[in-house]
């Protein structure tokens, strides 16, 4: 009789639960551009610190390097690789048989940040030039429904969003590139944010701004205005790799690490948002590894494997099942529909477009006894 009942217990650590109510009320999405799987998952690379790429070689070394890949990446990304692994989920590490992909052909920023928030790749998105995108994105969509109406907010570092998610069309407050929030009722700080960044260098381009900047106005309308949707977009690591500076490439995304986990630290101070809130990590492409020089690009004619990708994702519906180490490729495109399940929506596209599965593992039934 005891072993019978023993197996019976053994047997329902493996049966899942009944569906739960989801916790999340709130989502919280954050991309780096351009950031490689390979940094993200084995940090700073020998090669390119050793290269003519990177300045300062020394110092570099001595900030982010590392003899194992698990110390290394901690360097890089101290948040992510404590506390994101060990209360989340991350995929796209290739070696460990996780595989995450752009599903569009292009492997660009407009194409890749398209198929994320519509939920398919266009074959009409093929560049990065200033057309309105004729999608409709998720987060129109969510801003749409009844309770999230206007509490949904954007904040880009480059100016190209405004197209992206379509402006004129979605109503979206996106707030990119060098534009003031100039809203009724902002409070000083904001007002200050607006001074400072008119008299902000523009080294990034005419019409790019610093991540840094971003960063802030972002921290402080969520701090002001409580939207139930924020999404950040961080530009630097991008262009520094562009530039072929494999040294502030480094830097930009150990600081954007830290823009993160200052953001998850007020999220978790704030009853608003505490254990009521989805975190969502990732990039919108690739880079090329195929050599030294081609780390610098992107695009599958001039840079292969560009189109390998990753994502994190942390918060109260989502198994703490850290790094994700085999199991079914998952596509950008997936992504879409995951958030607004999480969300409790169901996200569709325009006719004629499907729109990527939800991942299960991330939005799924919990399974009893699903420890790390």
Not at 139 to 159: D, P
Not at 198 to 213: E, M, N, Q, V
Not at 261 to 266: G, K, R, T
Not at 288 to 297: E, F, I, K, V
Request: glycine share 6%; hydrophobic share 40%.
């Amino acid at each position: 009789m005891k072993n019978l009942i023993l197996l019976l217990l053994a047997a329902g650590l493996c049966t899942p639960l009944a569906a739960q109510p989801l916790k999340t009320k709130n989502v919280i999405i954050v991309t780096l551009d351009g950031l490689r799987w390979q940094e993200f998952y084995r940090g700073a690379d020998s090669a390119l610190i050793n290269s003519k790429f990177t300045d300062d070689k020394p110092a570099v070394q001595k900030q982010f390097w590392a003899a194992s890949v698990t110390d290394r990446r901690k360097l890089l990304f101290p948040f992510i690789w404590s506390t994101v692994v060990q209360d989340g989920q991350l995929y796209g590490n290739r070696d460990v048989g996780s595989r995450d992909e752009v599903a569009n052909r292009y492997s660009l920023s407009y194409p890749g940040y398209n198929e994320l928030f519509t939920g398919f790749p266009d074959p009409r998105i093929n560049s990065n030039n200033a057309v309105c995108n004729p999608n409709i994105n998720l987060l129109e969509y969510i801003n749409q429904q009844k309770g999230f109406e206007n509490k949904v907010a954007v904040f880009a570092s480059w100016e190209r969003f405004t197209q992206i998610l379509n402006v004129k069309r979605s109503g979206l407050l996106v707030n990119a590139g060098f534009m003031d929030l100039n809203l009724p009722g902002m409070n000083d700080r904001i007002k200050y944010l607006d001074e400072m960044q008119r008299k902000a260098p523009h080294y990034l381009g005419d019409s790019t701004r610093i991540d840094f900047l971003t960063f802030e106005f972002a921290k402080e309308y969520l701090k002001q205005c409580q939207p139930r949707v924020l999404y950040l977009a961080f530009d630097e690591t991008d262009e520094m790799a562009h530039a072929g500076y494999y040294k502030f490439y480094l830097d930009r995304a150990h600081q954007e690490d830290a823009y993160i986990q200052e953001l998850w630290e007020y999220l978790q101070s704030n009853p608003v948002y505490k254990d009521k809130t989805t975190l969502i990590i990732t990039c919108d492409h690739g880079r090329g590894d195929a050599n030294l020089a081609n780390w610098r690009d992107h695009g599958p004619f001039i840079a292969p494997h560009s189109e390998q990708t990753w994502f994190a994702i942390l918060g109260p519906d989502t198994p703490s099942l850290g790094e994700m180490k085999s199991g079914a490729i998952t596509y950008h495109k997936q992504l879409a529909q995951t958030i607004a399940k999480l969300l409790g929506l169901d996200f569709k596209a325009a006719a004629g477009h499907e729109v990527g599965d939800a991942i299960s593992g991330v939005t799924g039934m919990q399974w009893l006894g699903a420890a790390r």
